[in-house]
Structure formats: C-alpha cells, structure tokens
C-alpha cells in the first residue's frame, strides 16, 4: 500500500514535543545556549557569558520559556516576550536556539508555529524580530514562510566571525487574523 507520498517504504514520523521549560531544564538548555552563542554566527551574546547571566535572560521574569525534545532528548529552546514595555507590549519578540544535531530537521519550524500560536493565545497583536543576521538565511526563509518581512535593515551591524561585518535585519508580522 502506498503512503500519502506516494512511496511504498515506511516513514517515521517523529513528533517534536514543546513544552513551558522550568529550572529542572536549566542545564540541558544552557548546553544549547553555550553550542549557538560560541559559534558565534547568529546572536550577538558574548561567548564568555557566564551562566547565570545567560540564564537570566533566557528565564527573564517578562518570559515565556519553552523546550523542544524529540526522540527523548532536548533539541531546542525559544522564548516569548513582550518587545517592549507599556505601550509597545502588544508586540512580542521571541528568540529561537536549535541543538546543532537538529539543524535542518524541522525543529525550529515547529518551534516557531508553537510560538506564534502562543503570542496569539496571549493576545499579542504582532511580532517582531530586532536582530536577524542577515546570513542566516535558513532562518529568514523559514521567517518569510511564516508571513514575516523584512521591514528595516541595519548596515553592518553584526561582526560575523568568518564574513566580517553583515547586515542584520528587522523582521515583522501582523498576528491579527485576516
């Protein structure tokens, strides 16, 4: 018998479950963390962070934390936030890390409809992303497949580690429905 895509052989899927992260997660998120910020190609977060640093801002008290396991191991962290404070708190900002074991698996896809589905649940009216380098390209596409543009550029305002200075770019979407 065939499967809905056309093929005979078998196909596993395997489910990517998202949760609310708690202090418990701590140590399997800052590896993640650590893995991301020390290669140094997407965030602008000093390597020499310290832990409790890095924790702080990924537990803020204004944050969602979430984690991504599949197959029984941590593959992924995001957080939701507020972008701004008082009048710019309908707009939420989020931040995304994949294991880099899960790259190119659709883990960070499902991270970020979770997380869109959730800045809806809360009330948020849009979302905006304030730093997205502009070489990482497997991110901006997902991002534009998920109704996001491209709504500013910043010349030159991340010091890549091999490509020396690039852009970086503000992203956005509406989450009001159509």
Known sequence: MRNRFGSTTPISITTVLIRPATNADCDEILK????????????????????????????RADTHTYLAEKDGGVVGTYILRPNQSGPGSHVANAAFM?????????????????????????????????????????????WKLLGFEIVGTLPG????PEKGFVDVYVMFRSLLED
């Open 32 to 59: 993640i963390f650590r893995e991301i910020v020390v290669a140094g190609d997407t965030y602008a977060f000093d390597p020499k962070m310290s832990r409790e640093e890095a924790l702080a801002y990924w537990f």
């Open 98 to 142: 994949v294991a880099p074991k899960a790259q190119a698996s659709g883990v960070g896809r499902r991270m970020a409809e979770h997380c869109l589905s959730e800045a809806r649940r809360m009330g948020f009216r849009a979302m905006q992303f304030n730093f997205v380098v502009s070489t990482n390209t497997r991110a901006i596409h997902l």
């Open 157 to 160: 305002a991340f010091r890549h």
